[in-house]
């Protein structure tokens, strides 16, 4: 999915010229000419980055920053600026400022300097909490509920229903989670999958609707059943 970003520049030629260099670099690009409208625009479209001019008629980039944090977003923030001195890029990064490109700048280096940027910081988030249907599993606290209520699971359980989450909807086969699920060959004992397949659906899939299905002779899928 590409990723969207927000640039804020005042400067309708650079806004121009930036929007339209992203947008052929395959982004999704949403644009704002101020302070207070990149702050909204922040809180209503989420996006995963945002190129900030620091030179702005009604705030500075770095009250945009201090409002964007104070309000608990955490989105990426790449500085662009005429400043090149020492004091302003610390001040940048230390507000929160994921990087800082000065101008005049060329195209390529901020595409290399967003890239770089979002690797980044999605290497650095927290894993989400999967859900599918009322199956909610936690990667951090490595807790799993169904319906609200907690269902205590093994680590190799837990392993089980979090490769059959990530792939909900997509036939595995046996060999495909022994090697996910176990991380080496079991020799053909494909039993051991059936084993703990079967004891999983007795903890996570005891109510309605069933959720683990079997395809025989084909492997097991995730998903919810055909409707009436």
């Known amino acids: 999915m590409e990723s969207r970003l927000l640039i804020v520049e005042d ?3 650079i806004l121009d010229l930036l929007a339209a260099s992203l947008k052929f670099a395959g982004f999704d690009v949403l644009t704002a000419r101020g302070g207070h409208e990149a702050v909204a625009a922040v809180q209503r479209h989420r996006p995963d980055l945002v190129v900030l001019d620091v030179m702005l008629p009604d705030m500075d980039g770095f009250d945009v920053v201090k409002r964007l944090r104070s309000g608990g977003a955490a989105t990426p923030v790449v500085f662009l600026t005429a400043r090149d001195g020492t004091e302003d890029k610390i001040r940048g990064l230390t507000l ?6 000065t101008k005049p700048f060329s195209l390529e280096e901020v595409i290399a300097r967003i890239h770089a940027v979002l690797r980044r910081t999605s290497a650095q988030a927290p894993p989400p909490r999967l859900t599918f249907a009322d199956i909610e599993l936690d990667e951090e606290s490595h807790e799993v509920w169904r319906g609200g209520r907690l269902v205590p699971l093994s680590p190799t359980e837990f392993k089980l229903l979090h490769y059959f989450m990530t792939n909900a909807g997509r036939v595995l086969s046996k060999p495909q989670i022994l090697d ?5 060959d079991f020799r053909g004992e494909v039993g051991i999958v059936e084993s703990y397949v079967s004891v999983l659906r007795r903890k ?12 025989r002779g084909v492997g097991y899928v995730l998903r919810l059943p055909p409707g009436p």
Request: no cysteine; proline share 8%.
């Open 11 to 13: 400067d309708p030629n």
């Open 96 to 101: 929160g400022g994921d990087d800082y490109v």
């Open 204 to 215: 996570i899939d005891k109510g309605n609707p069933r959720l683990i299905h079997t395809l």
């Open 180 to 184: 996910h699920v176990w991380d080496y």
